[in-house]
């Protein structure tokens, strides 16, 4: 399983960027994915998750701002970003968790495999 993630740039704060993750090997479909990110001298935070049937969950810091979509066809899985603030800069990493029990993971641990990761950068 390999997980390509890109997207991510230079924005100004209130702006809106989207990043996608591109996996091969295994369906998205058939796996619950999950967006974290790594601010520097941070620890990694989930920041959201779509489960197999299409639930999702948000870290709390992005509720409404923030939307996961994912593209079957595509094999791939979006993070639309909206409303962005300097805090929201970091590394972004999408996650591939490949257990059929249980609902989203919100912790890295529960993630077998991980994208480079994608550099998103808010100015003010």
């Known amino acids: 399983v390999q997980l390509q993630a890109s997207g991510g740039g230079l924005v100004q704060a209130g702006g809106s960027l989207t990043l996608s993750c591109a996996a091969s090997?295994?369906?998205?479909?058939?796996?619950?994915m999950a967006w974290f990110r790594q601010a520097p001298g941070k620890e990694r935070e989930f920041v959201v998750g779509?489960?197999?049937?299409?639930?999702?969950d948000y870290a709390d810091s992005v509720k409404g701002r923030f939307t996961i979509s994912r593209n079957n066809a595509k094999n791939t899985v979006d993070l639309q970003m909206s409303s962005l603030n300097p805090d929201d800069a970091a590394v972004y990493y999408c996650?591939?968790?490949?257990?059929?029990?249980?609902?989203?993971?919100?912790?890295?641990?529960?993630?077998?495999?991980w994208g480079q990761g994608t550099l998103v950068t808010v100015s003010s």
């Open positions: 996650a591939l968790d490949i257990t059929a029990y249980g609902g989203i993971k919100d912790y890295a641990g529960a993630y077998e495999y």
């Open positions: 090997g295994r369906r998205v479909s058939l796996s619950k």
């Open positions: 779509v489960g197999r049937s299409g639930d999702t």
